[in-house]
């Protein structure tokens, strides 16, 4: 009896759900489209839908290919939403293909030669599908079997009628339940790829320092196959956190690919690689000797497809958009409704400052891991004057940055461009356009022994075989190294900088050097193990060992290894430094736990034979306890000592320790 029931209730909800009212919304009465970083817009349609009482299935046509449906909301409705559909299988020549397979078609063909026009019935009997590509059709006609676009001619098929399934742009259906019949204003907004944009700046320069012409546009590009008429468009900057599965639903364009042995000759059949058009009633060829073109016959709702790529418009505008504070990001409004159709770019203005201050500077990154010391090029920068206070004082959007100059004869020239990142007011604006050829410097690094004090030295000399005077930067961006750190330095430090950096002019056909001098501690590090007055000579109550892998820290500092001073730092000094245990005591006793538990008392003697003091980080296994030192650990937590070692003397540790273990 309940079989029959849920039989019954299945039977009367697909007819009810059958019956159930569809309305089509053809297009939206008034638009707002938002634009994102990394190829994201929101796009919010209102639309006037008539929709009766009860429940009903709200097609909403014309939305964009690339729409991300779980986004779809509904907002302004009087009623609830309760299930949502993304239909996005498309009209194309593989699709119908695809879809008519056993059914009889009319295919035209025109000798290219003659101009002569047939036209004949044919069954198509296969329509291969892979991968969402039709590879290769087959039909039949009078005088046997034949593959499609394979007999040299100009070929085009001629359909019955539309698939109910298939549909010219991707749909989007909502079931909802209205209170109440009669049109309703509703609001439908959704996330959608494939409309970004980015920012476009140029930069007019005439001298190594003054003032230019800075012009930036928002480029809008619209990839998508939805044309945004007379929209009001807002363009949100900032860095938008995304995740991975908030992305579009690929829609499903099936492609027909004839693969022939031949397509014909470039003399008289069709050329190699060139895809036909397809045709469905409705659709009139032109009469006479020329090539087809397709004529929609009105008012038949009938589609023509082509392989060849959409046009892509470029186009401007002198209208700025303004600028305001939305939150972390930034808006740029745009002064009036923007049209951008289908595969079009625009651009809009958005600054025009005729007066930004700038300044050339020849700038170089200090590496220590460069041991090259052949001339090195220098970095040619542009950098803009950006200060709250200064002419421009604007945030500006990531984008990229182009720098032109006037050449003496009055032409325009390039000099290069730069990718910027979202800068804020008062951040610098630095334009990377070249590497130079005039401009070139040699590094060097030196170690120095001062009195047992040891120091590095950083030297790098800057010639300048330019015509001009040159303003030069140069930076050691390395770990740990501040300004605080340097003792000596022969030009002044740039100011309003945290990593050591230093400016300096240099004249025409000349060259000058900078050199900074800081000093750097050394740090031995040695992991004590027992198993050590078993191995080495000495028997069971004493070990010689040496130390372990070297660190080096600037000098200021503390912890941490530099890696970068490791390398430059000949760790050969390390050898002098040696390190001796004695055991004084071994005792084994029984804790409440009834487990044996080994109390050990030693002497660890540190000697330096070296002409400097040298440090030392001694550390403890994990699984001991510290009963008494000598000397308090500077991690007690981690039982280690950071013990400074002087000049041809030594230090002596005394610890007694316990744990669970064998010795």
Not at 200 to 222: F, M, Q
Not at 396 to 416: D, E
Request: aromatic content about 8%.
């Amino acid at each position: 009896m309940r079989a029959i029931l849920a039989i019954f209730l299945f039977v009367f909800w697909a007819q009810f759900a059958d019956a159930q009212t569809r309305i089509d919304s053809e297009q939206a009465d008034q638009t707002f489209l938002t634009i994102y970083p990394d190829n994201l817009a929101m796009v919010t349609e209102v639309r006037r839908v008539t929709v009766p009482a009860g429940l009903s299935t709200i097609r909403f046509l014309g939305v964009s290919d690339q729409i991300i449906s779980q986004t779809a909301v509904l907002q302004s409705f009087e009623g609830v939403s309760l299930e949502s559909n993304f239909d996005s299988d498309l009209i194309t020549k593989g699709a119908l293909l695809n879809k008519a397979v056993g059914q009889n078609l009319r295919i035209r063909r025109i000798n290219p030669a003659s101009g002569d026009v047939t036209m004949e019935t044919v069954t198509l009997v296969s329509a291969s599908n892979v991968n969402s590509q039709i590879q290769g059709a087959v039909f039949e006609t009078r005088d046997g079997l034949e593959a499609l676009d394979c007999a040299g001619l100009w070929e085009g098929l001629i359909f019955s009628g539309m698939p109910k399934d298939l549909n010219p742009m991707p749909v989007l259906s909502m079931d909802v339940r209205a209170d109440f019949a009669g049109e309703k204003e509703i609001s439908l907004s959704y996330l959608t790829q494939g409309i970004g944009w980015a920012a476009d700046y140029r930069l007019d320069v005439n001298a190594p320092k003054g003032e230019g012409a800075l012009s930036g546009w928002l480029t809008i590009t619209n990839n998508t196959a939805k044309s945004f008429q007379d929209v009001p468009t807002a363009i949100i900057a900032g860095e938008l956190n995304r995740e991975g599965r908030t992305r579009a639903q690929p829609t499903q364009q099936k492609k027909f690919a004839p693969f022939c042995w031949t397509q014909g000759s470039t003399k008289d059949g069709t050329p190699a690689g060139l895809t036909l058009y397809s045709y469905m009633s409705g659709l009139k060829l032109p009469q006479g000797n020329s090539s087809p073109q397709l004529m929609m016959a009105a008012p038949v709702a009938s589609y023509a497809y082509s392989d060849f790529g959409d046009e892509i418009i470029v186009t401007g505008s002198k209208r700025q958009a303004t600028q305001e504070e939305f939150g972390d990001y930034k808006l740029y409004r745009t002064p009036q409704p923007v049209t951008v159709a289908a595969q079009q770019t625009k651009q809009i203005a958005f600054i025009d400052v005729p007066n930004a201050e700038y300044e050339r500077v020849y700038k170089y990154n200090f590496s220590p891991w460069n041991n090259d010391n052949s001339p090195q090029s220098m970095r040619v920068e542009y950098e803009i004057d950006n200060d709250k206070d200064g002419n421009l004082g604007k945030p500006l959007p990531r984008g990229t940055m182009r720098v032109m100059t006037q050449r003496k004869n009055g032409k325009t020239a390039y000099l290069g461009e730069n990718f910027v990142r979202d800068l804020a007011v008062d951040l610098p604006v630095e334009i990377n356009v070249s590497q130079s050829a005039a401009v070139m410097t040699v590094q060097s690094i030196e170690t120095i022994n001062r009195d047992g004090v040891l120091s590095l030295k950083f030297s790098a000399d800057v010639f300048n075989a330019s015509p001009e005077s040159i303003m030069a930067e140069i930076k050691f961006n390395m770990n740990e190294l501040r300004y605080d750190d340097i003792t000596k330095a022969t030009q002044p430090q740039k100011p309003d900088t945290i990593i050591p950096t230093y400016r300096f002019p240099i004249a025409a056909e000349s060259s000058d050097s900078l050199s900074i001098e800081f000093p750097i501690n050394q740090r031995a590090v040695y992991d004590h193990n027992y198993a050590r007055y078993i191995v080495y000579q000495g028997g069971e109550d004493s070990f010689k060992d040496s130390a372990g892998a070297s660190q080096f820290n600037i000098g200021s500092q503390s912890g941490g290894n530099v890696q970068w001073i490791s390398r430059i730092v000949n760790a050969n000094v390390l050898g002098a430094l040696s390190i001796k245990g004695s055991m004084k005591s071994k005792d084994k006793i029984q804790d409440e736990n009834g487990e044996i538990l080994t109390i050990v008392s030693e002497d660890i003697v540190f000697k330096n034979n070296e002409k400097f003091p040298v440090q030392i980080l001694f550390r403890l296994p994990k699984y001991l306890e510290l009963s008494s030192a000598n000397i308090d650990p500077d991690n007690a937590d981690h039982l280690e000592w950071i013990l400074t070692i002087p000049s041809k003397g030594q230090t002596t540790l005394s610890i007694t320790t316990q744990g669970h273990h064998e010795l």
